[in-house]
């Protein structure tokens, strides 16, 4: 498949189910879950993995150090947020 078909399959599975497992190069490989937002319901078998909404994703997937430093808090507090700075 080649990157235009992936993100093709990507929006379709955000679409219609809200979320996507996908394993992310930056991350050495890790799988990570991409939903709509924070309320997205998981099906058990992924409900573990680390978790981004596409808001989040917007914030920290041009900066590859504040991807991984955002991917660690994820991996040891699961549930943790990107939110903006008050303030900001």
Known sequence: MNA???ERQIRRLL????????????LGGCRVVWTLDGG???????????????????????QPELLRATHSVKVFFPGAEVVEPEGA
């Open 4 to 6: 235009d078909e992936n």
């Open 15 to 26: 679409a219609t189910q809200g979320w996507v497992v996908v394993v992310c190069r930056n």
């Open 40 to 62: 997205t319901q998981l099906p058990p078998d992924v409900a573990n993995l680390p978790r981004y909404t596409l808001a989040e994703l917007e914030r920290v997937v041009r």
